[in-house]
């Protein structure tokens, strides 16, 4: 009996060395046939946009399994899906290549995707590894980086640029026309939304430099007759950084697409969804003066009424402060910018015209 139960143990033993060598080969082979993604043509580095046209991106990907496909972003500002929303996935070809046109961004990100994968349309963030992502490889675009092309302008003693192609914003894809920013024989600004050929057109323009922590200040004519689906907007982008939320902080006259709502103006920071980034009151009729006093851990924005005669502004109409998730300076610029968005109930008719008298930054 003592044999037979040495024999058995010793059977066990064997047993168990066996499985847990089967595991361990299983495990290795698993590691083993990791899949990886390579890149034979990367389009050039430049920044994003519609109007910039697309490129092909091609690759080749090593132990994918049946089912999967690839999923491509390019990085201008944010990482963009591509080609666009309504094809999200690029299929992988029997010999394992894959290829899609692309619009051009800095950087190109592929991603091998499992069977399920619900593909973000933008990401604010580097796409990484896990869930659903079997594989990303990301690679900078080709050759030295360009830059959409803008028209200068001065206003207020500082160089502007004036945006000349598409631009995301407000959930939709926005047109801008040079000629709907100019200043006129006062130095004011004028920024414009109009309509041609069948498209509207905005008006966007730029701090050539940053200007980082300091008070940004903007003396602004009448904005109540902008329709429900205008928006007026000053804020500071960073469009390098989308881990830092492209140090975003905004003040904008707008409802929103929506006639009935009573509040038409609002401060915030990005992430605009994170609760107490995002600060909605009324803003009357006639010229306002609008300021962002940004400092290490705090941004304070206050809007008050502005004399007719451009003298020292008074009454103040909204004030907030912001000391959570405030950024800190970086490449970001300021930005003035009317643009649009969908509204099915209550699309833009007229387009229409916002004069800026004077834009100032005290340190």
């Not at 064997?14 to 990886?36: E, H, R």
């Not at 697309?54 to 994918?64: D, K, N, P, Q």
């Not at 590894?129 to 594989?135: D, H, K, M, N």
């Not at 020292?312 to 910018?337: C, I």
Request: charged letters at 15%; hydrophobic letters at 35%.
């Amino acid at each position: 009996m003592k044999q037979a139960s040495h024999v058995t143990m010793a059977s066990q033993h064997l047993l168990l060395l066996a499985l847990f060598l089967a595991l361990s080969g299983c495990q290795s082979s698993k590691f083993a046939s990791a899949p990886s993604i390579e890149f034979t043509k990367i389009p050039s580095a430049a920044q994003g946009g519609d109007e910039r046209g697309v490129e092909i991106i091609a690759g080749r990907v090593h132990g994918s399994h049946p089912g999967e496909r690839m999923v491509i972003y390019a990085h201008s500002g944010p990482w963009w899906i591509q080609p666009d929303p309504d094809h999200p996935f690029v299929s992988i070809q029997s010999d394992s290549t894959w290829s899609t046109p692309t619009h051009l961004g800095f950087d190109y990100a592929a991603l091998l995707v499992e069977p399920g994968y619900n593909p973000p349309f933008t990401m604010d963030l580097t796409p990484t590894l896990g869930g659903l992502v079997a594989s990303v490889a990301i690679v900078k675009g080709s050759g030295s980086p360009t830059f959409a092309p803008t028209r200068p302008l001065k206003f207020s003693g500082y160089d502007w640029a004036v945006r000349t192609i598409e631009s995301m914003r407000g959930g939709s894809e926005n047109a801008y026309d040079p000629d709907n920013a100019w200043t006129d024989a006062s130095g004011a600004l004028h920024l414009r939304i109009n309509h041609r050929s069948g498209r509207w057109y905005c008006a966007q323009v730029a701090l050539t430099r940053s200007l980082g922590y300091g008070t940004y200040i903007l003396r602004v004519r009448n904005v109540s007759h902008l329709e429900p689906a205008e928006v007026f907007s000053m804020y500071t982008f960073d469009e390098f950084h989308g881990d830092q939320y492209y140090r975003e902080m905004d003040v904008e006259m707008s409802r929103w697409g929506d006639a009935a709502d009573q509040s038409n103006a609002q401060y915030s920071i990005q992430p605009f969804y994170v609760p107490g980034n995002v600060y909605r009151f009324k803003a009357p009729a006639g010229p306002l003066t609008y300021s962002i006093h940004w400092k290490s851990g705090s941004v304070t924005f206050k809007i008050v009424r502005s004399p007719h005669d451009g003298g020292t502004p008074s009454a103040v109409v909204a004030e907030h402060e912001f000391t959570s998730g405030v950024p800190s300076p970086g490449q970001e610029k300021v930005m003035l910018q009317v643009y649009l968005v969908p509204s099915g109930k209550y699309p833009l008719q007229e387009g229409g015209e916002v004069i800026i008298d004077k834009f100032e930054y005290l340190p």
